[in-house]
């Protein structure tokens, strides 16, 4: 639970069309690249990992051996809340066996099957939970700060617009450094819409026309809940 | 000892060699809201027909019907692994259910590994069921070979069934319609094929429910000339 906490954030939002995922891509130096948060797991799932990144691996390959399984053997696809209990389950034997040790890695899989959109955040204890929308890693607590006041209204909106959400909460947890389409990684999967990362010219295009019009918004909204909380968003 | 895969526990290998008792053929349509299946109940060991009350056609799960041609006992071991497969699904109580591509993909992976090792379920399988208002009917075969389509006969119902559902099918039959189609061909099976017997079941799948109906036989006609004199037309000695 503390190596989730102590890696990058990552953040997910669901509409009942669309699923977005989100990460904040950390580099250990200037002259590397960033490491791969986000998985495609198969056509309808994807996973955005916080954590140690090796164990993220290891699960992503195990989903995806799952995933293609079933699709082999009912050539349907594997509906998302079967899977997440897979993992869970195969977590929770690493909480019970004294030879091993947990996997140091907080999953937010996000995926459509045929009950519609989901969002499910798979923790290292075995335990997963369903969410309208969640973060993880650190400061994540300004993100999920953020995505508490905007939720409700969440099962309307459109691909794009939960797009400009998870770009505005990746905002927070930068806290007043500069967004760019290069440190962030955006995912989506929706109705008709398989998983694939969005491209980084359309993330930078986003970010730009966000500065524009959104700032002057989004200040109006923190205003009022930031100056109690103490907590820092956007240093202008 | 055995479980569906074939494989048995202890050393020595059994393998089917030729079916025993088996079931004769399977004829399925779809029409306007849902899917029929009909097969008579006869179950023949090898030339007698030994057997006048089986049933061929079993609901599987919510959404589907299953129909078998072929060795008897064979369906019945399908029918026991399958009956688990919906348990276990069942049990996840989560929303999803196996629906009729999922039924019949599996089934088509199971007879084609055993076809592999030489150790086949003798049957000719038909799946038809619907699920969230699509309809879905196919046939897979002790080859492992598989496929949809509208209307689906196996065994004999190939031969002389299919020509005319065929000929007779629309997109928009209503149940009568589909009815007189499958009797149609059924008479003609009857007359036909030689291990066929003069009880039907028909079963029937919509969005609603499935319903197996209880068998019930078919008004026949002997009188035709080539039957009053069948060697008319095998004069010569060659």
Redesign the interface.
Known sequence: MEAVKQGSAAIGLRSTSHVVLATVNKTSSELSSHQKKVFKIDDHIGVAIAGLTADGRVLSRYMRNECINHS?????PL?V??LV?RLADKAQVCTQRSWKRPYGVGLLVSGM???GAHLYYNCPSGNYFEYQAFAIGSRSQAAKTYLERRFESYDKYSGEELIKDALFAIKETLQGEVLTSKVCTVAIVGVGEPFHIVDQKKIQEMIDAMEVTGEAVAEDEQGDDYSTRGATSMES | MQNLMGSPMEMELERTLYPYVTGSSVLAIKYKYGILMAADTGGSYGSTLRFKDIQRIKTIGKHSLLGAGGEISDFQEILKYLDELIVYDNMWDDGNSLGPKELHNYLARVMYDRRNKFNPLWNSLVLAGIKNGEKYLGVVTMLGVHYKDNYVATGFGNYLAVPILRKEWRDDLSIEEAMKILEKCMRILLYRDRSSINKYQIAEITDIEATIFSPYSLKTFWGFSAFKEPAKSAEGSW
């Open positions: 082999f053997v009912y050539e349907n509906p809340g079967r209990v099957d045929e009950l």
